[in-house]
């Protein structure tokens, strides 16, 4: 079992920067890809990076590329979702998730955090 708690969200303006963490309980989390997926109101959840379990290899959503930097630390039991150049259409509640079933669905899921780019 793998319980996640996001944090880092918050309002920004166009332009700025953002980093979100996702603090993992559970020995195991070291062992699952993990993933950030998004969802603005009236929208369908979408994903957005994904790094497997060494870190070695990540991807990301064509409208993040470039601008989105995913990381995490196996030690500290935490993902990172480093956002640069933030634009208004990134505004949604940010999802963290483990044990990624391809881009569309996950194991564990956490809560959820507010990211709100203002123009």
């Known amino acids: 079992q793998v319980q996640l708690v996001e944090s880092g969200g918050g309002l920004v303006q166009a332009g700025g920067s953002l980093r979100l963490s996702c603090a993992a309980s559970?020995?195991?989390?070291?062992?699952?890809?993990m993933g950030w997926f998004r969802q603005a109101p009236g929208k369908e959840r979408e994903f957005v990076a994904r790094?497997?379990?060494?870190?070695?290899?990540?991807g990301y959503a064509d409208s993040v590329k470039g601008r989105f930097t995913i990381s995490r630390d196996n030690a500290k039991n935490t993902g990172y979702l480093q956002m640069n150049s933030l634009k208004p259409e990134d505004t949604a509640v940010y999802y963290c998730?483990?044990?990624?079933?391809?881009?569309?669905?996950?194991?564990?899921w956490g809560q959820g955090t507010q990211v709100t780019v203002s123009s």
């Open positions: 790094i497997n379990w060494p870190g070695a290899s990540t």
């Open positions: 998730a483990a044990g990624l079933r391809g881009n569309t669905g996950a194991d564990y």
């Open positions: 559970g020995r195991t989390f070291s062992r699952y890809a």
